[in-house]
């Protein structure tokens, strides 16, 4: 029993210190945004005037 929990500790301990992907997505596409705002305005406006 001693065995198992240490082994969960250590799966615990990994898991504590991944990356959470789908917030980094959001993050890289946030950041990507601000810098491309300006193109995506001007997109954004040739639909409306459409």
Not at 13 to 28: E, R
């Amino acid at each position: 029993m001693t065995d198992v929990k240490a082994a969960l500790a250590r799966i615990e301990a990994k898991l504590d210190s991944k990356i959470d992907y789908k917030w980094l997505t959001v993050y890289v596409l946030g950041i990507i945004a601000v810098i491309m705002r300006s193109e995506i305005a001007s997109w954004v406006s040739s639909i409306g005037a459409s």
